[in-house]
Structures are given as C-alpha cells and as structure tokens.
C-alpha cells in the first residue's frame, strides 16, 4: 500500500542511471575513511538509485557523529550503540547519553519530533575478536535491548563467531538473549514485535537464521556474498524469502566484487541486489524494490521525518 507508493515517488525522482530505489541499511559513513569525499560518497549513492542510508554508532562518539551526519542530509538516518569490540568504552553515563542523542528534549519523549535516529546499533556480540570478555558484551548487549525496548526502537545486531564458524557458541548466546527479549516485547504488547530489527551482515547458519526470522528479525546481506568462496553464503540466502532480507555495504568494509579490495561505498549496494536476484531468480527491480520495503517497514523513515 503506502510503501508501495513511498517507493513510486522515490523512483520518479530518479533521473539517474539506476531506476531501482535501493537502500543501504548499514554504512559506517561516519568513519575517517570518508573524510576527504564525504559528499561524493553520498551523491555518487544518489546516482546509483539509492533512496536512504542507515549509519549505525559504534561508541557514544560515533553515534554523536551518525546523528549529526543523518542531520546533514536528507537520504541519512542515523543508529546509536555501542559495538561489543568498543565494550571498554562503556561507562554509567552510556546509556543516558545514547538516549539524549534520540531524545534531545526531555518534554517532548516519546512525542513530538524525533531526532533522525531510527535503531539501536551496531550491538551484539563478538566472539572472533573477544575484545571484551563475553559476560561484559552480554552485559552490554542487554542493557541496549532494554533501551530499544524503553524508546520502541528496532535493534542492528553483530554477531561473529570465534574463527569465522558458521556456527558456534555466538549465535547461540545472541537467539537466546534475543528470544527472551521478544518475549519480553510478546508480553508488554510492545507493537515493536512487528518489527524488531536485523541481525546485519549475516555469515551464520540457515538454522540460525530461521530462529531469527521466527522471532520477527531481518536478514542482512553485505558484499560477501559475491565472492567467489561463498557458496555456503548464497546457499543459506536461497532458503530465505526475500520478504525477510536486508541489503547493506557495511561500508568502508566488504567491497563486493568487482571492487573487493578497496574501499567500500554505498553505491555499491547495488551489486548486492544484482547477486541476490541472480541466486533467487527474480529481476534486480524486484531485490531493490521489496529489500527498501523492508527497510521501511523496519526504520519506519517516514515517520521521522
């Protein structure tokens, strides 16, 4: 309905080379690897079709400077959290610091005008870096689904197992934690159960996956799956409907084929698409099409605005 329309209006703004209206949920457009073509950056992403971009927080630091980047620019939303490898930056002034930054005006919470921030993230946990012990990122991680759940956000999740696994002890911890949080959601009727968040970047299991979907998250897909080695990748994307998928660059990070290597951008969100349809067998149009939808029903954009 609406989504549909939202999308039609975005496309009829497009005189680019690219129709499809494309979204990249997750981009560390933050980072100091921008900072000489910042906005380059953004309009070659413009000219490639995309509609919106997500810039997830990875310290109170990062998430200041998310808000004030989505401040910027019309097509940019913001996420704000803590990253479970910037555990140690943690402190007892955190969380009422991330609240500031998606409430600025105490009078007007849970009301009014909303800053751009439309998630909690990138939080989770990390097992492959273990740069904090796991009971602090568990610790952490629960104290941000809280928030989520005080400020009815949807969360962005980070999840790498020790050696890169498929499977492992991680994913394990994240569903739990995840399931008992739902369930939290399912018992306070919070309408945020329609629409809980994603778990980004995905390189788990199909069986993991299916979890995740089952408790109302979205599936992330990034770069890698466009690389020669990543049969188990595509595998586990072909067994998920397209109706539960993401498309993110995790920029500067993960360059797709043809530019893997260097660094990563947002415009190149669309070779994600293009892989997708090609596991899939539906058109490019469609993989951009329903991934934004989803997105848009995930961030609920419109709504900040």
Same mark, same amino acid.
């Given at each position: 309905g609406d989504l549909k329309g939202w999308i039609e209006d975005r496309r009829s703004e497009l005189t680019f080379e690219h129709s499809n209206v494309l979204t990249d949920t997750h981009c560390h457009l933050d980072l100091e690897k921008?900072?000489?073509? @910042? &906005?380059?950056?953004?309009?070659?992403a413009q000219r490639a079709g995309l509609a919106r971009i997500l810039i997830p927080g990875l310290t109170v630091a990062s998430s200041r400077a998310a808000v004030k980047l989505a401040d910027s620019h019309q097509m940019l939303y913001a +996420?704000?959290?803590v990253h479970p490898n910037d555990a140690e930056t943690w402190d007892g002034q955190t969380i009422s610091d991330l609240k500031q930054? /998606?409430?600025?005006?105490?009078? *007007?919470f849970? +009301?009014?005008?909303?800053?751009?921030?439309?998630a909690i993230g990138e939080v989770g946990l &990390?097992?492959?870096?273990? *740069?904090?012990? *796991?009971? /602090?990122? =568990?610790? =952490? $991680? @629960?104290?941000q689904l809280a928030l989520a759940l005080e400020l009815h956000l949807p969360v962005v999740l980070h999840c790498r197992e020790k050696g890169d696994i498929e499977q492992g002890p991680c994913a394990g911890d994240l569903i739990n934690i995840l399931e008992e949080?739902?369930?939290?959601?399912? +018992? @306070?009727? =919070?309408? $945020? $159960? &329609?629409?809980p968040g994603v778990l980004h970047s995905f390189s788990g299991s199909l069986e993991t996956a299916q979890r995740a979907i089952k408790l109302g998250f979205y599936i992330g897909v990034t770069g890698p799956i466009t690389y020669k080695n990543a049969e188990n990748r595509r595998r586990v994307i072909a067994n998920i409907p397209l109706e539960n998928l993401l498309i993110e660059t995790d920029s500067p990070f993960l360059a797709p084929q043809p530019h893997r290597g260097k660094r990563n951008e947002p415009a190149f969100v669309a070779h994600i698409a293009d892989k997708i349809a090609e596991i899939i067998s539906r058109t490019p149009q469609e993989v951009a099409d329903v991934t934004t939808e989803n997105a848009a029903r995930l961030f609920a954009w419109e709504e900040t605005v």
């Amino acid at each position: 309905g609406d989504l549909k329309g939202w999308i039609e209006d975005r496309r009829s703004e497009l005189t680019f080379e690219h129709s499809n209206v494309l979204t990249d949920t997750h981009c560390h457009l933050d980072l100091e690897k921008f900072d000489a073509d @910042r &906005d380059e950056v953004i309009g070659r992403a413009q000219r490639a079709g995309l509609a919106r971009i997500l810039i997830p927080g990875l310290t109170v630091a990062s998430s200041r400077a998310a808000v004030k980047l989505a401040d910027s620019h019309q097509m940019l939303y913001a +996420a704000v959290g803590v990253h479970p490898n910037d555990a140690e930056t943690w402190d007892g002034q955190t969380i009422s610091d991330l609240k500031q930054l /998606t409430f600025p005006h105490p009078t *007007s919470f849970g +009301a009014g005008k909303r800053t751009k921030v439309v998630a909690i993230g990138e939080v989770g946990l &990390d097992y492959y870096w273990n *740069s904090s012990m *796991s009971k /602090t990122q =568990i610790e =952490i $991680l @629960r104290n941000q689904l809280a928030l989520a759940l005080e400020l009815h956000l949807p969360v962005v999740l980070h999840c790498r197992e020790k050696g890169d696994i498929e499977q492992g002890p991680c994913a394990g911890d994240l569903i739990n934690i995840l399931e008992e949080w739902v369930s939290t959601l399912k +018992a @306070r009727k =919070i309408p $945020l $159960l &329609d629409r809980p968040g994603v778990l980004h970047s995905f390189s788990g299991s199909l069986e993991t996956a299916q979890r995740a979907i089952k408790l109302g998250f979205y599936i992330g897909v990034t770069g890698p799956i466009t690389y020669k080695n990543a049969e188990n990748r595509r595998r586990v994307i072909a067994n998920i409907p397209l109706e539960n998928l993401l498309i993110e660059t995790d920029s500067p990070f993960l360059a797709p084929q043809p530019h893997r290597g260097k660094r990563n951008e947002p415009a190149f969100v669309a070779h994600i698409a293009d892989k997708i349809a090609e596991i899939i067998s539906r058109t490019p149009q469609e993989v951009a099409d329903v991934t934004t939808e989803n997105a848009a029903r995930l961030f609920a954009w419109e709504e900040t605005v």
